[in-house]
């Protein structure tokens, strides 16, 4: 344990489509902070576009930068000022460190903190690499039978929550999850969790929404065969994971009375509201921003079965194969997750 390495291999974004292995020095603990060998890192679509792109939103990247913000890992050494998470304990890590102080923070929204330090968002470095460091609050120790990998993608769960949270996601809620990907597939198995008793799921993909029908329970609607109108479904709540402006909208037109839609995927700029719907039903139509105290939720909810995230998990790679690993679903229709192992 105390025999730790001065540097350390990171796969560092270059320039736009330039990913390469580089050997970076092992980072030191701040007095309340831990460091902490990672073990696993889930790929998500912002490490893809900051990958082909440069850039998500009004983040761009100026200067190399480690993408990757789904971690697990252990704790190999502690801060002097760190009394908890022994060396050894197994950690899920939130990737996201606000200011604490600003308005928002105060206010408990600390998921809107101007000023908070994210995982892989420019300048900040993420975590394909084999070690970072974190404030030790921010590092949740996780249960023994929980894989490296769902711990890592306690942080996607984390999403789920907090939409299925915005939403008021509640006993008998009837649940629209449009899009079937990682993160719709979290929204689904969450919203079951939380009392939710019908859930549709739409999307283009018949493997995907298999999956959502074995995770979730969930009904599913092929968008492609037919439309989500015709189905005559009014949701209470309505998930939009797919990031499809289309969809997105068609989606907020099919609302009961009274309803709720929260756009939680990533998605073209701009959308066509059907505003004589949203008027006369007092639909509301939030966006959601990450998460803020989530993760006891997120592990509880994988530690007792509710959420199941191993199944999610379907390629594998090491740290010097991280661009196949962020190309992964569009080359491979069978793929959901990749996972990114750095220690192999
Ligand atoms: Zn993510
Ligand atoms: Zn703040």
């Known amino acids: 344990m105390n025999e730790l390495p001065t540097s350390m291999r990171a796969s560092v974004l270059r320039a736009v ?12 603990p701040g007095p309340h902070e831990v460091l902490v060998r990672v073990a696993a890192v889930g790929t998500c679509g912002s490490d893809t576009h900051y990958y082909e792109h440069g850039r ?31 060396p050894g304990t197994r950690v ?3 990737p996201g460190i606000p ?26 470095d993420g975590a394909f690499c084999e070690y970072v460091t974190l404030h030790e609050q921010f590092a949740y120790p996780v249960p023994e039978d929980m894989s490296d990998e769902a711990a890592a993608l306690v942080e996607p769960l984390s999403v789920a929550v907090w939409a299925c949270r915005k939403a008021g996601v509640s006993p008998g809620s009837r649940v629209l999850v449009t899009g079937a990907g990682p993160i719709g597939l979290l929204a689904a198995q969450t ?11 739409t999307d283009v993909s018949e493997r995907r929404l298999r999956m959502a029908a074995e995770l979730a329970s969930a009904e599913t ?11 005559g479904y009014e949701p209470d709540v309505l998930l939009e994971c797919s990031g499809n402006p289309k969809a997105g909208a068609e989606a907020v037109g099919t609302l009961a009375r009274a309803g709720r839609g929260v756009f939680v995927g990533l998605g073209g700029d701009e959308l066509p509201i059907p505003l004589a719907h949203v008027q006369t039903r007092e639909i509301e139509l939030t966006g959601t921003f990450r998460y803020a105290n989530t993760w006891p939720t997120a592990i509880a909810l994988a530690a007792s079965g509710a959420v199941e ?36």
Do not use: M, W
Request: hydrophobic share 40%.
């Open 17 to 28: 489509g330039d990913i390469a292995v580089e050997d970076r020095p092992v980072p030191e």
């Open 56 to 86: 998500v939103g009004g983040f761009v990247v100026r200067e190399p930068l480690i993408l990757g913000h789904e971690a697990s890992g252990t704790v190999v050494a502690r801060g002097s000022e760190v009394t908890g998470h022994a």
């Open 92 to 94: 899920s890590l939130e």
């Open 99 to 124: 200011c604490g102080s600003c308005h928002e923070c105060r206010s408990g929204r600390y998921n809107l903190c101007p000023e908070v330090r994210f995982f892989a968002t420019p300048p900040v």
């Open 191 to 201: 919203a079951r969790a939380f009392g939710a008793t019908e859930i549709v799921t």
């Open 221 to 231: 609607i092929d968008v492609r065969a037919s439309g989500l109108a015709d189905s």
């Open 309 to 344: 995230l191993d199944r999610l998990v379907t390629h594998r790679f090491g740290l010097d194969r991280v661009p196949e690993a962020l190309t992964a679903s569009a080359r491979d229709e069978t793929a959901v997750k990749s996972v990114v192992r750095p220690q192999e």
